[in-house]
C-alpha cells in the first residue's frame, strides 16, 4: 500500500502577531492626539458684577465661613424637619434659631474656638412669616467679625411650603461691610441692590 499522507507545517504567526501590533499601536496613537488636542478644554465661568468667587476672592476667615455654609446648607432642611415633627397642630412651625445650631454643634454658627478664629460672627435669624402656607424668604445674617477686612454673609432661605410640599433654594451672598443689618427682602434683586454679592 502506498503512503498518501502529508505532513502540514504550522502556519508562523509572526504576520498575525506584527498587524495586531500595528494596530494597538494605532488604537494608542490615536487616544494619545485626542487626549493632547481635544481631551482638555479649558472653560472659565464668567463672573457678573453681582457674583463673587469663592474660590479666588475669599481668604482667610471668610473663607472659612464661606466652606461652612456650603457644607451645612443641606443640614439645615433636616434640622428644620427634626426640631417640627412632633408639633401639636396648633404649634407653628420654625427654622431652626441660634439655640437650635448650639444643640447640633452646627458651624458656623456653633461658638466654639474655631468660631472664635474666625471672627466670633455674631449671627442673627429672620423669619417673614411663621403661620399658614408659608412663602418668603428666611435669612440667617452673619456680621460684626473682628477679622481685618472680613464681610459679612446671608444665608437665605426661599421656601415655599404649602400643604405636604417643601421646596426650599439655599444660596450664600457676601458683602464686603462688616457692619451691615438685615436686608428687608430675600429677593436677589433686592439683595443685589443693597451691595450684596452672590456666592
Given at each position: 500500500m502506498k503512503d498518501i499522507s502529508q505532513q502540514v507545517h504550522p502556519l508562523s504567526g509572526t504576520k498575525e502577531t506584527l498587524w495586531m501590533a500595528i494596530i494597538f499601536v494605532?488604537?494608542?496613537?490615536?487616544q494619545l492626539a485626542?487626549?493632547?488636542?481635544?481631551?482638555?478644554?479649558e472653560y472659565q465661568e464668567q463672573i457678573f458684577d453681582w457674583q463673587v468667587s469663592a474660590f479666588n476672592s475669599?481668604?482667610?476667615?471668610?473663607?472659612?465661613?464661606y466652606n461652612a455654609l456650603y457644607t451645612v446648607k443641606?443640614?439645615?432642611?433636616?434640622?428644620?424637619?427634626?426640631?417640627?415633627?412632633?408639633?401639636?397642630?396648633?404649634?407653628?412651625?420654625?427654622?431652626?434659631?441660634?439655640?437650635?445650631f448650639?444643640?447640633?454643634?452646627?458651624?458656623?454658627?456653633?461658638?466654639?474656638?474655631?468660631?472664635?478664629?474666625?471672627?466670633?460672627?455674631?449671627?442673627s435669624l429672620y423669619e417673614p412669616l411663621a403661620e399658614g402656607e408659608m412663602q418668603g424668604y428666611s435669612m440667617y445674617l452673619g456680621t460684626s467679625?473682628?477679622?481685618?477686612?472680613?464681610?459679612?454673609?446671608l444665608l437665605t432661605?426661599?421656601?415655599v411650603h404649602a400643604g405636604m410640599q417643601n421646596n426650599n433654594a439655599l444660596d450664600i451672598w457676601w458683602h464686603p461691610n462688616q457692619q451691615?443689618?438685615?436686608p428687608t427682602s430675600g429677593f436677589k434683586d433686592s439683595l443685589i441692590r443693597d451691595g450684596w454679592k452672590y456666592v
Open positions: 494605532f488604537i494608542i496613537a490615536v485626542y487626549v493632547r488636542y481635544l481631551g482638555h478644554e475669599f481668604e482667610g476667615a471668610d473663607q472659612a465661613i443641606d443640614e439645615i432642611p433636616y434640622i428644620y424637619d427634626d426640631i417640627n415633627r412632633f408639633n401639636e397642630p396648633d404649634v407653628k412651625f420654625r427654622w431652626p434659631n441660634l439655640e437650635d448650639q444643640e447640633y454643634y452646627l458651624s458656623p454658627f456653633y461658638q466654639d474656638n474655631s468660631w472664635i478664629q474666625n471672627g466670633a460672627v455674631a449671627w467679625g473682628s477679622q481685618p477686612n472680613q464681610g459679612s454673609f432661605i426661599g421656601h451691615i443689618v438685615m
